[in-house]
Every structure is written in structure tokens, then in C-alpha cells.
């Protein structure tokens, strides 16, 4: 409350006059008042760009025509395309006329990028509140125009009406110029900005645009191949860098011998500490200068255990922090007095990014600023990171976001941008590194390896007493979400710059009401602190799909344990009623028939099962029943059919959302059924796709049924992440119900399957 | 080393370069040619999103040397146009496939090239002609629909 009041003090002051609050209010309009917003909007300079200014989000040009600045950026789900709708709502303008310009640090302030699901639900509701402000002002400066009270006009199409022939449009009101208006700031930056006025946005009843299923504009120029990727920039005499990456994990060059590419043309070698690399003023000849490019690396022991140990490791390291994030009643009392104590333990592999093509980035520097191009999911943090690898000053470094290949978390992007910054410099020419296969998939940051530990008390009526869940794993940030430091890039790490990891994992997010419960985490270090191909970091979801997982098919295992239907079993305890809605709507759309599992009447080679399981994440629920096919021969799984029901509150394009849904779903089949990054005691084995296999065409399910549930008076949550929470678990608890077989180490791979079977 | 002259004929217009005969034909597409596609996915013929047509047959530009690119190359700019589309751009466009779109040169030049043989393909040949293929965006229940919906344009 005290900000709002400095706020509006700050207001009247900036426009000379108390009236403008009494005008929203539908009094007449004041000259003072008039003259005042007149004064404002024609007040001629830009503003700088700050979060708090209204012009850092949105402008209006001289035809009407509207362009949002926005911090985040579109990871392919049509986010640019629903911030376009969020708005023209707001604004009352069509769609058409929006103009989205994404993660460009020089028309926008940092909205913490693609982060956490939050590109609608943080960055969409700025927009919109943005969007109402400026729609507010607008009105007024229209009220002036036209000399009729703001609230007797309407505005259709950007074109503010007083009745028929009394007209005015925004181009004509501000068109070219600026706002020239504060809003209240909550002086954060990132995903947690907030910037708000006095408007308040539109009332969910009255959207025309919001809600629709609206084409995404980008797909064409995709599909026509008229948009330059990341890939595609190039910069007058660019110079093409590529990087060399020891053999073993750990090893520093020690003699780098220049002569063995000296037959390349242009071919120079940047070494660093332990960062080398190479530039070359063709690409062609960057390559094969990495390839032959003679280097004696330094002895190190070998630095990983073998790889059929990862979980002994895991299991015995001594934890460097534990954490209860949740904690309820009294677990030992509720242990000490259980008729019967059911537990199980789960493991969850390293898993890599592997996005679609290696990062890219390209980096300029004349005149005492630089330039970072980067499809990552952060430029302006990428921005801070690349001026602190320069020491240059923030406003010295600008950074604009191209489409990359996907990202889908902390992936080689940022490590791409810092490494093309030190190129850059050494050679005093624009660097365009793209990385190989092996560098992105050996080398990117790693979603974590874990294992968790369930136990359930059981009283004699099969009640669920008691209730513990605790992970241990490596951390989720063992380098940043974002690129903003040098110690969280490769490049840095490679050259001493001082570490400091987070130890970081998170507990299920769910609402059973069990009435003794603690659920928690463990992390333990890395192999190698420094340079490591196995630094724990954000990957799609991050450590969601390993704990519910673990949690989601726990809850099974109790379920079969006491004969119950699992699903029954959960709406006896799930308490929130939206959790229960959306369990409820996703297997009656299956059509669930109640049963506890496992099938038992099935014979010959093929079984089918059914599986079930469900997740929150910050404000979003997803539930999914997952129908399944083994092989019980080959072990092959096919999950041929999934029924997912959606909540995250408001729907902004319910198209958008389903096709985000679905690549959440066949992604997360994929982490399933094959993803794991494998390694030797030397170094990453998972360096391509034959060695990092994920899913193909031949494993897409023959139907994806969605039902979303649109909440329309409730804010956005985000759809990026939550779908891929419960896929793990609704595919092993379908493979348990054909099988009889409970599989708790993913991924739920042929081999492990047959092995899991004939086992049995 | 030596480079040599070739001519190469791609989207119906001859270029003529000089480059080094193992040069990948990747990299004169993109670099001497300017082509935003096809894309540097693996360099190991293992994703497809380096794929060009070479005489109405997807191949893989990342492993296929410059020298041996003899013939009619075709990439996704030489497909179709927005004015005049080809059917699975068409399809493409209305089933909002792509997410990120890195991947989309393997699989629409591969189905393209599947659909000239077959108008009337099962989802099974479908799936097998695609198979290789990478999309790490996992758009590929858009992928099938896409291809159906062009099947049915062409058929």
C-alpha cells in the first residue's frame, strides 16, 4: 500500500495535477488535466529503458500499429503469438496490428527470458497490466481530444469513439511518440518484475481475443525458410570459432602444437588456461582445424566412477545439504505404530539437453561495445554474462535473441555465447561459434541423476498413517538457470574463475493428505567441481519428472499393495479440489474402469496396461492416464494412447496449449522410455544421437486426447513444463498394471524391460 | 590444400564455387550459397536437418562431399513458395507443426519425397519413411497429421 502511494504521488507530480485519478472516475475533464496528459505524451525524449517506464513495454506508431517489448521469448509454444492476444485485449486493438519484438536488451527490460513456465504467467500478466495502463492513458489523452468523459467512449480496432463521426485513433493520440509515464515498479528484475498502473485490465467476461486458438505467425516464415535462425546470422568479417574439449574429463592442454594446422587457411588458435579453441575465416576450416589441431592434455585421474555404479555413488556420498521442504505431524510415532510399512526406491539418470542443433552464438565488439547474438533462453542475462567475460560494462554489451535450435533449460547456449566472447576478443574480430554434436551433447549441463526413497505407514485398516519421500541426487544448479556469471559458463570454469554452486532438488508437488509427512532432499558434489560434462543444471521441468516419478509410482505401489483402484486410491486423499477435478476429468475421458492393478488376464507375447498419475507445479495440475503396450519378447514399450487432463488457470489459445501438451507429452515419453546419458571412468559415452538415442516417429502414440480446463477468473499458470511432470510415472505404472512388473530405474529401455520380466 | 571448381545446381539456378572437394555440402549451401537451410544438426547423417533432395532423393548434406552433389539439388527454399506452396507446406502451416522448426527440413523434404511415390501412404510407411529422423521439440503427432493432410491434398 505505502508503494502504491509514493506511485501515485510520483504520478501526479510527473503530470502536474490530481485530476487524472478523478477522471477515471468519470468527472469531467480539467484543462490542467488536459494539458497535463497532453504535456506528457508530447513530451518529445525517450525515456530511458527502465522497468519502471511504461514505454519499455509498449509502443504505439504514428498508423496505430502496436509493437510489446517483451524480456521473455517464444521457445516454440506460440508464446509470441499469445502475448500478441494478451495485448490487443487489453488494448483493444486487432490482433494484426501487434508487433511482438522478443529478448532484444536493447527495446526490452529483462524479464528473466524463458524461465520456469513463466513466459505467460510472469511475463504475459506485465504485458497485460502494461497493455491496460497504456489503453488507460490513451482513453484519456482521447477524452481530451475529443471533449467527451472517458468513460462515455469505447475503442474498437485502436480507434477510440465518441459516437458515430466522433473519431479518434491512437496513432493520432501518441502515434511516434511516448508515454512518458511511470508505473510502480516492485524493483525486481527477472521473472519476478512486475510494473504496475492504475488500470486495471479487462474483466474475462468481456475477451474477444483471449481464449481463441489464434494462428501463430511465426510458422510460416519457418516453413517458407524466410527467417534467419541464430545459425543464420552473419556479421562483416565474421570469423568462425569452434572449441576443443579434453579427452578426459578434467585434462588442461599442455602443449598445443600451432604448426599441425598451419596448412589451414587463416586457421589461429586461441588458448587460455584451460580454454582452446580455434577460428578459422571459413567454417569448413574451423572445423578441421579443431579435428587435426595437435593438443597434450594433462594426466588426470580418471575422474567418474564406472557407470554401473552411479547409484552405489549417489547412495553412499556423503550429502553436502539436506533439506524438508515439507513437514507435517509426527513421521517416527506414525512409523513406530504402522500395521504394516511399505517402501521403495527409484533412480533417474543423467539426461541431456541434446537440443536440435549445437548452440550457436556470434559476438562483435568495435567501438567499445559488443554485440551477442544467441538463441538461448536468457539474453539478458546472457548480456551481463558476456560483458563480465569482457570487463565491459552492462550498457556497453547488447544482446538480441534469434531463434535457435529448441532449448529447453540451461542448455550449451550460454556456454556457446561466453565462449564466442573470449574468441571475439583474442582475435579482435566477430566470432560465430557453433558447437559439434559431441560438444552439445557431451559437454551441455546435465538435467541431474538421482535416487529416491518412499516409505509409507500403514494402519490396520490400510489407512495411509505416515508418509516420507526424500531424494538424493547432484544438484539441479551446479551452474546457474542463467549465463549472468563467468563462474557458471564453461569458458569461466576453464579459466579459474572461483566456483559456487547451489545445492538445489525439490520434493512432489501434490496435495495428498497423508496426516504424517515429510518429504525432502538430499545433494551431493559433483565428480569434479570445475568443467565438469555432468554439472547438474535445468533441464526441461527441472528435477520434476525424476521425483514424480518416484512419488506418482510410489503411490501406486501403495495402491496395489491394499488392492485399491490407484486412482480411487488417490481422490481419497488428494485435498485441493482442483487436483481432484483434473483426476477426475482425465480418466473419465479414459473412460477408467475402477480395478486395482495389475491386469492378471492377460496371456501371450503382447500386454497391455493402463497407468495413472498426476502433478502440480506452480499453479498448474496436470493429470494423465497412459495406455501402454510391452513386448514381452523384444521388451519394447509402446505407450499408444495418453489422456491428459490440463489446469493452469486462465487459457489464453487453447490450440497453443494443446500442441505445447503435446510436445510435452512425447518428450517425456522419450526421457522415458530411452534417455541417459552414459559415461566411462574418462568421459562422457553419450555423444550423438546412436549414443544418446531419444524417441522417433515410430514411437508416437497413436492418439493424444486432451481435455483442458479453462479457469478464466483465475491468472495464468504456465503449460511449458507441467505435462512432462507425470509422464515417467503414467507410463511405469501402466507397464506395472500389464505387466505385474514394477520397473523403478528409468529409462524403460527394451533391455531393462526383458530383464525386469524374466526376472520376475 | 587444393580446392577445386564446382558447379552446383540447386533450386533450379546453377552456382558455381570453389571449394575444397570433402567440404560437406552443408557448408556451400549455407556459407557460399547463403541458404538458411538446410541446418548443421549432427554432422553424422543421424537427425536429417541438414536433409536436401539430390535429384528428387532426401540425402543428407553433412556427409555428403561437394564434389559428389552432382544432379538437381533441391532445398526447403526450392520446395514451395507462400504463393505457390507445396502441399506439405500447406499442411505444415495449417496443423501449426514446427516449434522451434530447426528440425523441419528432414522430415519435410522426406516426406515430401515419400509423397511423389506414394499419394496414399498407411501411417505405418509413413513411420518408416520418417524414421531417423530427430525432432527434439517432440512435434511429432503434428508431424503426422501434417503428412496425412498433405497425402489427402495431393491424393
Redesign the interface.
Known amino acids: 500500500m505505502a508503494t502504491r502511494q509514493a506511485f501515485a504521488l510520483s504520478r501526479r507530480s510527473l503530470l502536474k495535477g490530481a485530476g487524472m485519478l478523478v477522471v477515471s472516475m468519470g468527472a469531467p475533464v480539467s484543462v490542467e488535466l488536459a494539458n497535463s496528459i497532453g504535456a506528457a505524451l508530447a513530451s518529445g525524449a525517450k525515456p530511458p529503458l527502465h522497468p519502471a517506464e511504461l514505454d519499455s513495454y509498449i509502443a504505439i506508431g504514428a498508423d496505430g500499429s502496436v509493437t510489446a517489448f517483451f524480456g521473455k521469448m517464444d ?4 508464446l509470441e503469438t499469445a502475448i500478441a492476444q494478451i495485448v490487443a485485449e487489453e488494448l483493444d486493438v486487432a490482433i494484426k496490428s501487434v508487433r511482438v519484438v522478443m529478448g532484444d536488451t536493447r527495446s526490452s527490460v529483462n524479464q528473466g527470458g524463458a524461465s520456469g513456465s513463466t513466459g505467460i504467467q510472469k511475463g504475459g500478466m506485465q504485458m497485460r497490466y502494461a497493455a491496460a495502463e497504456a489503453r488507460r492513458i490513451l482513453l484519456e489523452a482521447a477524452s481530451r481530444h475529443l471533449e467527451v468523459p472517458a468513460e462515455r467512449l469505447t475503442v474498437s480496432d485502436g480507434i477510440v469513439s465518441a459516437g458515430v463521426d466522433r473519431n479518434v485513433g491512437y496513432g493520432e493520440l501518441i502515434g511516434g511518440r511516448y508515454f512518458n509515464v511511470k508505473l510502480d515498479w516492485n524493483k525486481r528484475i527477472g521473472n519476478d518484475l512486475q510494473a504496475r498502473g492504475i488500470a486495471k485490465p479487462k474483466s474475462p467476461k468481456d475477451y474477444k481475443l483471449v481464449g481463441k486458438s489464434i ?2 505467425e ?3 516464415a ?4 524466410q ?3 541464430v ?2 546470422i ?1 556479421v562483416p568479417g565474421m570469423v568462425h570459432g569452434r572449441m576443443l574439449r579434453p579427452p578426459v574429463a578434467g585434462a588442461e592442454p599442455v602443449e598445443v602444437d600451432e604448426a599441425s594446422i598451419k ?2 587457411p587463416g586457421a589461429r588458435v586461441v588458448w587460455k588456461m584451460g580454454f582452446l579453441g580455434v577460428v578459422a575465416e ?3 576450416d574451423a572445423i578441421r582445424a579443431a579435428e587435426r589441431l595437435k593438443v597434450k592434455w594433462s594426466e588426470v585421474k580418471p575422474p567418474f566412477p564406472a557407470y554401473a555404479s552411479l547409484y552405489d555413488h549417489i547412495r553412499k556420498a556423503p550429502a553436502e545439504r539436506r533439506s524438508i521442504d515439507r513437514k507435517s505431524g509426527d513421521l517416527t510415532q506414525a512409523f513406530a505404530s504402522a500395521a504394516r510399512i511399505i517402501q521403495s526406491e527409484y533412480e533417474w539418470p543423467f539426461q541431456s539437453h ?5 548452440a550457436c552464438a556470434i559476438v562483435a565488439i568495435a567501438d567499445g561495445r559488443a554485440t551477442l547474438w544467441t538463441g538461448g533462453q536468457k539474453p539478458h542475462y546472457a548480456r551481463d554474462g558476456v560483458a563480465a567475460v569482457l570487463g565491459m560494462k552492462t550498457e556497453d554489451v547488447d544482446a538480441i535473441w534469434v ?6 533449460g540451461r542448455n550449451d547456449a550460454g556456454d556457446a555465447a561466453h565462449d564466442a566472447a573470449v574468441l571475439a576478443q583474442a582475435v579482435g574480430k566477430p566470432v560465430r561459434v ?1 558447437y ?2 559431441h560438444d552439445a551433447t557431451a559437454w551441455d549441463p546435465k538435467g541431474p541423476a538421482s535416487v529416491h526413497r518412499a516409505r509409507a505407514a500403514l494402519d490396520a485398516a490400510n489407512n495411509v498413517i505416515g508418509y516420507e519421500f526424500i531424494s538424493k541426487g547432484f544438484s539441479r544448479q551446479e551452474v546457474s538457470s542463467n549465463e549472468s556469471q563467468v563462474k557458471d559458463c564453461l569458458a569461466g570454469q576453464l579459466m579459474g574463475a572461483p566456483l559456487k554452486p547451489t545445492p538445489a532438488f525439490g520434493v512432489p508437488a501434490e496435495s495428498y493428505g497423508f496426516p504424517n509427512k515429510e518429504m525432502g532432499w538430499e545433494t551431493i558434489p559433483g565428480f569434479i567441481a570445475r568443467a565438469s560434462p555432468l554439472r547438474g543444471a535445468h533441464l526441461r521441468d527441472p528435477v520434476g519428472p525424476q521425483i514424480h516419478f518416484a512419488s506418482e509410482c510410489f503411490i501406486d505401489e501403495i495402491a496395489a499393495a491394499i488392492g485399491a483402484d490407484p486412482v480411487a486410491f488417490r481422490l481419497k486423499y488428494v485435498t485441493d479440489a482442483r487436483d481432484a477435478a483434473v483426476i477426475r476429468a482425465a480418466t473419465e475421458k479414459y473412460g477408467w474402469q475402477p480395478r486395482p492393478s495389475p491386469r492378471r488376464d492377460q496371456s501371450g507375447v503382447t500386454v497391455v496396461g493402463r497407468g495413472f498419475a498426476y502433478a502440480q507445479r506452480n499453479g498448474a495440475i496436470v493429470g494423465i492416464v497412459a495406455e501402454v503396450e510391452v513386448d514381452k519378447r523384444s521388451g519394447r514399450v509402446w505407450a499408444r494412447k495418453f489422456v491428459v487432463a490440463h489446469d493452469c488457470g486462465q487459457i489464453i489459445n487453447p ?2 496449449l494443446e ?1 505445447c501438451i ?6 517425456g515419453l ?1 526421457r522415458a522410455l530411452y534417455e541417459e546419458v552414459k559415461f566411462d571412468n574418462s568421459m562422457v559415452t553419450s555423444v ?3 549414443s544418446y538415442p ?8 497413436e492418439a ?1 486426447e486432451i481435455v483442458l480446463i479453462d479457469r478464466p477468473d483465475i491468472d495464468p499458470a504456465g503449460a511449458g513444463e507441467p505435462a512432462m511432470r507425470p509422464v515417467a510415472a503414467a507410463i511405469g505404472n501402466a507397464i506395472f498394471d500389464a505387466t505385474g512388473v514394477r520397473l523403478r530405474r528409468v529409462p524403460f529401455t527394451p533391455e531393462r524391460v526383458k530383464q525386469a520380466l524374466s526376472s520376475s | ?1 587444393t580446392t577445386k571448381r564446382f558447379t552446383l545446381n540447386v533450386n533450379g539456378r546453377d552456382h558455381t564455387i570453389d ?2 572437394p570433402d ?2 555440402l552443408l ?1 556451400a549451401l ?2 557460399e550459397l ?4 538446410p ?6 547423417a ?2 536429417g ?1 541438414c536433409t536436401v533432395q539430390l535429384d528428387g532423393t532426401p540425402i543428407r548434406s553433412c556427409v555428403t562431399p561437394v564434389a559428389a552433389a552432382v544432379g538437381k539439388i533441391k ?3 526450392g520446395l ?3 504463393e505457390a ?1 507445396h502441399p506439405i ?1 500447406t499442411a ?2 495449417e496443423e ?9 527440413n528432414g522430415w ?1 523434404l522426406t516426406a515430401a519425397a515419400l509423397l511423389e511415390r506414394n499419394r496414399k501412404p498407411t501411417d505405418a510407411e ?2 518408416e519413411a ?15 497429421r501434417a503428412v496425412r493432410r498433405a497425402a489427402a491434398m495431393m491424393g
Not at chain 1, 662 to 667: A, D, K, P, R, T
Open positions: 521457445m516454440g509454444h506460440g494462428p501463430r511465426d510458422v510460416a519457418k516453413v517458407f525458410s527467417t534467419d535462425y545459425t543464420d552473419k596448412d589451414i571459413k567454417e569448413w541434446a537440443s536440435m542443433g549445437p531463434q535457435g535450435p529448441g532449448c529447453y557453433q559439434m554434436r490450440r497453443g500442441q503435446e510436445g510435452n507429452i512425447v518428450q522419450s550423438d544421437w546412436m531419444i524417441g522417433e516417429i515410430g514411437d508416437v502414440p493424444i | 590444400m571449394a575444397d567440404m560437406p557448408y549455407r556459407n547463403g541458404l538458411r537451410n541446418k548443421f544438426g549432427c554432422g553424422l543421424q537427425c536437418a532445398t526447403l527454399e514451395g513458395t507462400p506452396p507446406q505444415y502451416i501449426q507443426v514446427p516449434q522451434c522448426g530447426y528440425c523441419i519435410m509413413i513411420k520418417l524414421a531417423g529422423l530427430k525432432c527434439r521439440c517432440a512435434t511429432h503427432m503434428g508431424i503426422m
